[in-house]
């Protein structure tokens, strides 16, 4: 809930086809969010989504139950932060730690609630439901997938946290195998993301089960590509039939 200052530098890494990073969530805390940043957002004309991570279960709940009180639209969990509680395991790794976190924020807000995937499990499918059957409203995937990149000159990490967490063009099939799997055990909606930077990996998305696609790490090589996707997509819908991106959602035809 307080300001969190984030990991020490350096805590981006560049690699191939993607980047390492180990920010820790710097923020200034949910108080200066909710007197500063909000207002500004809600001046933008744009949906706000605020996402909330915490180290125990008391500070989940504080935080969302604090912006259920407030303009935000919706409200996205993160469950790959460590529980401190716990030994650092990550509360989304598990089912059950996935239901118990769930069903805590669920209780603390009534806001359209988002639980964005850690992909660091052994059965999306089953996290994906467990957070379905917990109140989830719709879940989004895939947080980034732990890595680690080495100096060879000097033999350390090149990140000061040693390992962190990949994001980019890299973890494309990754996400895309996940999002359909999940897609496959849920009837809630999916947003799709890791290593979108085209068209035709949001279509990619799409077609696996994602009602919604986000683009994060190619913002930093192109500011437009979210502007170049949309265009591509359309053109993509006119030139096969489709009068709607809902037309392809899930129309993946698999081998038998």
């Not at 805590?104 to 807000?109: D, H, K, M």
Request: charged share 20%; net charge negative.
């Amino acid at each position: 809930m307080l300001e969190r200052m984030g990991n020490p530098p350096p805590r981006i890494a560049e690699t191939s086809s993607g980047i390492l990073n180990s920010v820790g969530l710097q923020n200034p805390g949910i108080d200066y969010f909710i007197e500063h940043n909000l207002p500004w957002l809600k001046e933008q004309n744009t949906v706000v989504i605020a996402n909330i991570a915490g180290g125990t279960h008391d500070e989940y709940y504080e935080i969302a139950r604090r912006l259920d009180a407030t303009d935000v639209d919706m409200i996205e969990l993160n469950i790959s932060c460590p529980n401190v509680h716990e030994g650092g395991i990550a509360f989304g790794t598990s089912c059950m730690g996935v239901e118990n976190i769930t069903k805590l924020v669920r209780r603390a807000t009534s806001k359209p609630l988002i639980v964005k995937l850690s992909p660091n499990v052994s059965d999306i499918g089953e996290i994906a439901a467990a957070a379905e059957a917990s109140g989830a409203d719709a879940i989004s995937l895939i947080n980034t997938i732990t890595g680690m990149k080495i100096d060879i000159k000097t033999r350390r990490p090149l990140l000061k946290n040693n390992t962190g967490g990949l994001s980019g063009p890299a973890v494309l099939p990754v996400a895309v195998r996940m999002v359909w799997q999940a897609a496959a055990r849920v009837s809630i909606p999916v947003i799709g993301m890791g290593g979108v930077a085209t068209w035709q990996d949001a279509v990619e998305m799409l077609l696996a089960g994602a009602c919604a696609v986000q683009v994060g790490t190619a913002n930093f090589t192109d500011a437009y590509a979210p502007l170049s996707i949309i265009g591509g997509l359309d053109n993509y819908l006119n030139e096969n039939g489709f009068k709607s991106v809902r037309e392809i959602v899930k129309k993946v035809e698999i081998w038998q």
